[in-house]
């Protein structure tokens, strides 16, 4: 019995080596399966694409900032250059009537006024330089007027008897014009006097010039007409230091881009 069941294992071990041989059985296809479904999963995903990270999105935008915050802050200090510059000019505009209106010499303030305004206002800029070498006060002014005052009241000497008889006839009354100024020799030099007092030198020239013998006072006239000048001079330099819009420039001679009051910024 024992050597009949030998034999029959044998005999099934035959049969099922034989039957694999054969290709009827196939021992590794359990296994085999599934390792080519895992195969074909790795081979049927896609690697995915490279994405920029939170961290680099966050850096870029921070960096974009910062270069928004210089570009504001190289606009604030161009700003507060120019409005320093203008600023400068200004007091230098004022040291200089100043010196004008007292009489004395521009000094520094020759260099300063060609500097900065004299591409912007080269007459004003003249004119002021030759009023400082010729120097006149409204006070020397006013004293010089005074001591012109009987020559130019005086009568001519080849007036005849009708001009002097309506000259006193005049005299005896007050004849106003439609402006409130008096064609009475005294009353016009009066008038005169009060209009230099208060600064309105044109206005007193004017007066002058139509008074009887408005020829003995010639020099005076010149040199009225010299401080008026040099008064309409010191209004454009003081006004190119608030408003000139581009031949503005700053001490060392470079121009100041920074509008003034009466200009536009761009954009």
Known sequence: MLLA???????????????????????????????VATGQQVLAAPSPNPTPTFAATALDQQVAALERR??????QTAALGGNSARAEGLLVALATRR???QGKPLDYLEDQLRTRFGAARPAAVNTLVAAAKTPVTLDQLAAQLDGLAPALLARP????????????LSGLFVIRHDDGKTANPDQRLDHARMLLRSGQVDAAI?????????????????????????????AQIEQAALTEPELLKD?????????????????
């Open 5 to 35: 069941g030998l034999i029959s294992f044998l005999g099934g071990a035959g049969l099922i080596g034989w039957l694999v041989w054969n290709g009827q059985i196939d021992l590794g296809s359990r296994n085999a399966a599934p390792a």
């Open 70 to 75: 210089m570009a504001q802050l190289n606009l």
């Open 99 to 101: 010196a004008i209106e």
């Open 157 to 168: 000497k080849d007036e005849d008897g009708w001009s002097r008889f309506t000259r006193e």
């Open 206 to 234: 004017a007066e002058v010039a139509k008074l009887p013998d408005s020829a003995s006072a010639r020099d005076w006239l010149v040199a009225a007409r010299r401080y008026a000048d040099a008064q309409a001079a010191l």
């Open 251 to 267: 001490g060392n001679g470079e121009m100041v881009k920074q509008p003034g009051l009466s200009a536009t910024p761009a954009g």
